[in-house]
Structure formats: structure tokens, C-alpha cells
């Protein structure tokens, strides 16, 4: 079954005419991200020629996608709009509620039982309004929409960071949060500021131990965490093409720890075969019809400094492995120099877990290359020094490798782990033994996210991100600076022997087989069904109407905390045990900003309340500002909301009274979710400013009441000891996100204009 086809179709249709129009208006050949773009412009053809990194551009997605955790916000936020279905094709995917602890059935069973009142409720919405569900043990969102949905050309957005998976099949696939989501679920147009473009020429070819986890690790190391924000990465050359399409999957995916809006490639025949190995051919015949719109112009390509606002070139014949981290996915060291590095910076080098999985990591090819390292090291009997944990990106992923035995392999090591598939430790949904004793430790993973404690809640422990065939060597091993390129193991009886080169398969010879995928259609007529959300549950917790803007001035707020250094979501609003929450927004209100460090004391959950002189968490201080009718606001470095597209992030200091979020810069996903929710989402015009706001401030805002595009507003930070500075904040807002704000949010807004 090919989902969507008609759909499909309709978008390839358009796409000459589109191409035509855009061409003519921008006058010059075309990046594949530019005909993405003005393929799917909410006006239809291209009037005008829209200014990348500044230009905010009303776009028509053909899809959405939401993840369980976030999907519970956004189909509430739904729910209040008032509309019978949805009016794009969408899905909702169970596969962040999944605990791994002891093995694939067992948890899986276990995270049933434990989350069913939230399954059952994001089953009947879906039903009820038209949407797929994909239950629990289906796999992980973002590789069930690489092998069902993603497709050259086509725009999607999803309530998780990680949509951006789908460009490794040639789409514009970005993360939004809920609010973005119900926006188009609700027949609305979807804004985007106009991205720039970064250009990635790939040449050479892969060899070796090198695989296409290492160059999104090489890109890390080169552009950093936010080097990629406000961007588009095309990645083009000879090297793109020799790329599988899920390896192309691997490195969209990670381009999240860029900050890029979202990565794609061109289409070409590794797309074609993963297309048509995933039941797609007829997917593969429409889009060769306009195979030269699906991919940039030759002249881009060719000359890419021209066409792009920045170009790296990266040579895979030389490339290396590489080994990100600790606490930061951006800090690459190539495995020659690990060692080094690890002891100059005091980092444990013997590992006791080793993971492989995640929405990065999970396909077919993975495990099978992961596989053969596992079976080589068995053939030459060496036993692994650490435990090995798999989760499968999906069912079908699962279903052959259990047929060609892969997952065999991986058993043949005594405490190998055979997970669900589902996010698992990825997002912190591990219960790891020993982790609360909070004992400094390395671990390594293929995952995509290694800040502290995002794994298993310890903040001593440090994460190295690598590709699957790396985590197998260095379970083996059971060190970090084991180079397998260079170094020798001994096996059972004594003698020294070396790692052969990982060996795997693009794509499975008999074919993808599964028995049961675990999807679930809706009703073609929703209008029977009856969702019900108990009044008392502490799970899910139908939503309120933000209030609107008074038109007035804030005055007299108190800085809730001045958070320092790196303040990604996980900080703000912390996963883990608190993903059981995420449909109850007072009750996840909880965990606000619990992980952030506050600037005054440099503690983290403890910060000062003015109204009693007491140090307080911070939940509970923003709540007696709340319950006394004193406004707060939130102070932050650079970058701040970093990571997850979670939403909860802006809903939480909402709920709890935050007016504004005053930082140095913002993470994209971040800035638009406080948008959508009312906000004041504002960055200092001067830096250094940060350092002027002290602890027991009181803060004025002096012209909100002329909040208007392009113009900063002031704020002034009276001191306790009377002394006053006044500020100058910049904003992003245009005519729309002002209204937003007026309203109180973005739904208000929908919602009075249904009226």
C-alpha cells in the first residue's frame, strides 16, 4: 500500500508550472531547496522573489507528523479549534513512551500498560479526526515516515526536532511544535522565515570503518550548534550521490544539532531503490516524470558559491571516524585523536553501554553493519567488555533483520539488549541500573543528543555520539580510544587479532518483510467517535485559553531566573520522567526550567522570590508570582531553547505567569513556539546588557503598547537600590505574530477567525 499516492501525484503536477514561475521571478537557476520552497508557497505560483533570512513566507505542507509525547499537546490544542478533520494527510506516531529496561516484549508490554489512558486517547482522536496512528511497538516516527511517506519534492513539518530525517528522500522536512502543527492540520497557511542556504559538496567516496554518521559529525565539529540556524543544508557532489538513502537519512537527521531549519538531498538512484525496496515504485514513476525538478540546477552545482550563502566541501575518500562529546553534539574528534583529547580533558575511557538505535541510527543498513562487527569479533573469540543495547527503528526494520539474522548476531554476545522499537534512551526513557548514584561514567551511543543527563538522567554521565559500527567496536573493546583502523584485541586464547572492516547491506536481498506494522487507519467518518479526557486524570488535562493582551504595559515583573550558559528544552523542560506528563500541562509545569542554571548562585533549581526574600525551585517561585498577580520574565544566554522542538518549553512559563524570555539569541524552533503561544520572545540589542540585570530587579516594560515590526522595544531594570538601567530589546515579531500576541496565541487567533 502506497499512503497518499494521490496526494503525491497532485504535488508533481504543479511542480513544472511552479518551477517556471519561480525560475522567472528569481531570475536565476535554482537550488533544490529553493523549488521546494516555491513549489509549495500558500499564494501558488511565485509573485515575488522572497529575501532568505528575512523575508517571512506563507508555505502549504503537504503532511504532518507528530510523536507521541507531542502529539498529546498538539491534538489538544486541535481539539479546540473547531474543525470535524484534519485538512492534510497526518499521522501520530507511539514511540517516546516506551521505557527500555529489560528487553523488547517485556517493556514494551510495560509501557502499554503504564501509558494506556494516553494511547487510547491519541488512538480515538485520530480516529475521530482523521488521522494514522501507529501504535505502540510500530517503530520510531521518524523511520516509519522514511519507509511510509517521506518522498522527493514533497514539505512536511513534525512536533519533533527530528522530522528533518525525511530530506535523506529528498524533502524539506522541519521540526515546528504543536501550535505550527495545528496551524496546518487546520487548512491554514504555515510561516517560515525565508531560509539562507548552506551548500555541502560531498566528493569521494566512503571507505572502511567511515560511514555517513561521520559526516554530520564532521559538519557538527565544523558549524557548531547553531551554525546551522535560520539555514537550509543541501548537500550535492559525486559523494551525495554515492550516499545510501538512509544514510542521507542519518545525516538530515542530525543537522538538528546545527540548529538548521532542515537538510536535504537531490534525488537520484539511491532514492529511487529505497523507494521501490519500501513498496513505492509507483512513488518512483511519478517522480522520474520531473526528476530534474527534484534535484538542483546543474549550474547550482556547478558553481555552488554562487547560489549558496555558504559552501563546505568535505571529501569522504578522506573522511575518518569520528566520536562526539561529552555534553555537546558539536565537540568532533576524529577516533585517531580520542585518546589524547579523552586524557587531557579527564574523560572515563572505559564504557560500560554501548547503544545503537535511535531515529538517527535504526535502518536496515545499520544493523547490518553493526551486525558484521558483532560476528567478526565472534569468529576470532573476543568476548565484548561492554553491554550492547539495540532498539530497531521500526517493525518492518525489526521483522527482517530477525529473518536474516542480524538480530541473532547481536544475541550471540551474552548481555547484548534487544530493545523496543521505539526512542528509548535516546530521550532519556532508559532505566539504567545505577544510574541515581550519580557516578561519573562514559557511555557511547548512536544516537543523535548527548547533553547532560539526556540519556539516563545522570549528569556525570558522558555521551559520545558515533556511528553504529563504531559503538559495536568500542563495546567490544570496552574503551573509548580503541582506534580499530590501528588497534589490536586479544582474544579467549590469548592472541592478538583486529576488527574486520564493517560489511553490510544498503538495502535487505529477499526484500522488507513484516507480519504486522502496527498501523491503524481512521474512520472515514470521525463524527461518532467520543474522546474522553477524565476530569481528574494526571495524565492528560483538557486546555484553557490563554488570556489576551490587556493592551497595556507590563510593569513591575520580577526576573523569574537569569539562566546561564547552555539552556537547551531538555533544561527548560526536562524529558525523561516527565514524558508521562506531556498531556497535562500544570502538571509538567513542574519540571519548568528545573535544569537550568541560574546566573546569581550558579545552582540550578533554586532561585531568589521577591515577594518573600526566600530561595525557592523554580516551578514553585513563578506560581506565588503567579498566584500574587506579579508578571515575570525569563533571562537567558545564547542559543537559548536549544535541541527538542518541544513545545512544552513556551507553553510551561505561559502557563505559569512568564510574560517575556529576554536571551543573548534563540534557538529557532524555540523562538517560534513562544510566538505561537502569546509570548514576548526578545534578544538583547546589546549583549552585554546580560550582565546588567541583577537579581532583585524589578522590570518596566515602556513602549509595548507601540509593539510594532522592526521596532526594539525598552525596558528598564530599576536595582534595589533605586538605580535604574534601561535596555533596548530586539524582536523578530511581523504584523501576524503581533496579533498572536494580542490575542494570546496563536489558537486564540484561529479560533476567533472561526467565529
Not at 504532518?64 to 501520530?92: H, I
Not at 563546505?312 to 575518518?320: A, C, G, H, M
Not at 525557592?616 to 520574565?633: C, F, H, L, N
Request: some cysteine.
Amino acid at each position: 500500500m502506497v499512503f497518499d499516492l494521490d496526494m503525491i501525484k497532485k504535488v508533481y503536477e504543479r511542480y513544472p508550472e511552479r518551477i517556471a514561475a519561480a525560475r522567472q521571478i528569481v531570475g536565476k537557476p535554482l537550488t533544490l531547496a529553493e523549488k521546494i520552497l516555491y513549489a509549495h508557497l500558500w499564494e501558488g505560483n511565485a509573485t515575488q522573489a522572497y529575501e532568505r533570512g528575512n523575508s517571512y513566507v506563507d508555505f502549504a505542507p503537504d503532511r504532518v507528523a507528530m510523536q507521541d509525547a507531542t502529539a498529546q499537546m498538539a491534538l489538544l490544542q486541535f481539539m479546540q479549534a473547531g474543525k470535524q478533520k484534519v485538512a492534510v494527510p497526518s499521522t501520530a506516531h507511539a514511540d517516546h513512551l516506551i521505557q527500555a529496561r529489560v528487553g523488547a516484549e517485556s517493556d514494551l508490554q510495560e509501557g502499554i500498560n503504564k501509558n494506556s489512558e494516553v494511547f487510547n486517547f491519541l488512538s480515538s482522536v485520530c480516529d475521530k479526526y482523521g488521522i494514522g496512528f501507529w501504535k505502540p511497538g510500530a517503530g520510531i516516527i521518524h523511520q516509519v515516515v522514511l519507509e511510509n511517506y517521506a518522498f522527493p519534492g514533497g514539505m512536511m513539518i513534525g512536533t519533533d526536532s527530528h522530522t528533518v530525517n525525511a530530506g535523506g528522500l529528498g524533502m524539506v522536512a522541519i521540526g515546528v511544535g504543536g501550535a505550527d502543527a495545528v496551524d496546518v492540520m487546520a487548512g491554514m497557511a504555515w510561516e517560515l522565515k525565508m531560509p539562507k542556504l548552506i551548500g555541502i559538496k560531498l566528493t569521494g567516496k566512503m571507505n572502511g570503518w567511515t560511514s555517513a554518521k561521520d559526516v554530520i559529525l564532521k559538519v557538527a565539529g565544523i558549524l557548531t550548534v547553531k551554525g546551522g540556524t535560520g539555514c537550509i543544508v543541501e548537500y550535492f557532489g559525486e559523494g551525495a550521490q554515492s550516499l545510501s538513502a538512509t544514510g542521507k537519512g542519518t545525516i538530515c537527521n542530525m543537522g538538528a544539532e546545527i540548529g538548521a531549519t532542515t537538510s536535504t538531498f537531490g534525488y537520484d538512484d539511491s532514492i529511487r531503490r529505497y523507494l521501490a525496496a519500501t513498496g513505492r515504485q509507483e512513488v518512483v514513476d511519478a517522480a522520474d516524470k520531473i526528476a530534474e525538478h527534484l534535484t538542483g540546477d546543474a549550474e547550482v552545482y556547478a558553481n555552488p558559491e554562487n547560489y549558496f550563502d555558504q559552501v563546505i566541501e568535505i571529501n569522504l575518500s578522506e573522511l575518518t571516524p569520528h566520536l562526539n562529546g561529552p555534553f555537546t553534539p558539536d565537540l568532533a574528534t576524529p577516533v585517531a585523536e580520542f585518546r589524547a583529547k579523552a586524557e587531557a580533558n579527564g574523560w572515563p575511557l572505559e564504557v560500560e553501554w554501548a547503544l545503537i538505535g535511535s531515529c538517527t541510527n535504526s535502518s536496515y543498513e545499520d544493523l547490518s553493519r553493526a551486525a558484521s562487527i558483532v560476528e567478526d569479533a565472534v569468529a576470532k573469540g573476543v568476548k565484548p567488555k561492554a553491554i550492547l543495547g539495540i532498539n530497531p527503528g521500526s517493525e518492518q526494520v525489526k521483522y527482517t533483520a530477525e529473518r536474516d539474522g542480524f538480530l541473532n548476531s547481536f544475541r550471540k554476545f551474552e548481555n547484548a539488549r534487544i530493545f523496543t522499537n521505539a526512542c528509548g534512551p535516546c530521550i532519556g526513557q532508559w532505566d539504567r541500573e545505577g544510574a541515581d548514584k550519580g557516578e561519573k561514567n562514559s557511555i557511547i551511543h548512536s544516537f543523535n543528543r548527548n547533553f547532560a543527563k539526556r540519556a539516563d538522567g545522570n549528569p556525570n554521565t558522558h555521551a559520545f555520539v558515533a556511528s553504529p559500527e563504531m559503538v559495536a567496536a568500542v563495546a567490544i573493546s570496552g574503551r573509548l580510544d580503541f582506534n580499530p583502523i590501528t588497534d589490536t584485541l586479544t582474544n579467549e586464547a590469548g592472541e592478538q587479532v583486529k576488527l574486520a572492516e564493517p560489511k553490510g547491506a544498503e538495502l535487505p536481498s529477499k526484500g522488507f518483510d513484516v507480519a504486522d506494522n502496527g498501523y491503524q487507519a481512521p474512520s472515514v467518518d470521525g463524527s461518532a467517535v467520543v474522546v474522553n479526557v477524565n476530569p481528574t486524570s494526571e495524565r492528560l488535562q483538557l486546555l484553557e485559553e490563554f488570556p489576551a493582551w490587556d493592551g497595556k504595559n507590563i510593569s513591575d515583573a520580577k526576573v523569574l531566573i537569569k539562566a546561564f550558559g547552555k539552556c537547551t528544552t531538555d533544561h527548560i523542560s526536562m524529558a525523561g520522567p516527565w514524558l508521562r506528563f506531556r498531556g497535562h500541562l500544570d502538571n509538567i509545569s513542574n519540571n519548568m526550567l528545573i535544569g537550568a542554571v541560574n546566573a546569581y548562585n550558579m545552582e540550578t533549581n533554586k532561585v531568589k522570590n521577591l515577594l518573600n526574600g526566600e530561595y525557592m525551585e523554580v516551578p514553585a517561585s513563578a506560581r506565588a508570582y503567579k498566584a500574587a498577580g506579579v508578571p515575570s520574565i525569563v533571562v537567558g544566554d545564547e542559543n537559548y531553547g536549544e535541541g527538542s522542538s518541544r513545545e512544552h518549553a513556551a507553553m510551561e512559563p505561559r502557563h505559569l505567569g512568564v510574560k517575556a524570555v529576554l536571551v543573548k539569541s534563540f534557538a529557532r524552533i524555540h523562538e517560534t513556539n513562544l510566538k505561537k503561544q502569546g509570548m514576548l520572545g526578545l534578544t538583547f540589542a546589546d549583549k552585554a546588557d546580560y550582565d546588567k540585570i541583577q537579581e532583585d530587579d524589578s522590570v518596566n516594560f515602556l513602549d509595548l503598547d507601540q509593539f510594532a515590526p522592526g521596532k526594539a522595544l525598552t525596558l528598564e531594570f530599576v536595582h534595589a537600590d533605586g538605580s535604574k538601567d534601561v535596555i533596548m530589546a530586539n524582536h523578530t515579531y511581523n504584523e501576524q505574530q503581533i496579533d498572536w500576541f494580542k490575542a494570546g496565541s496563536a489558537l486564540n487567533l484561529i479560533k476567533k477567525q472561526e467565529n
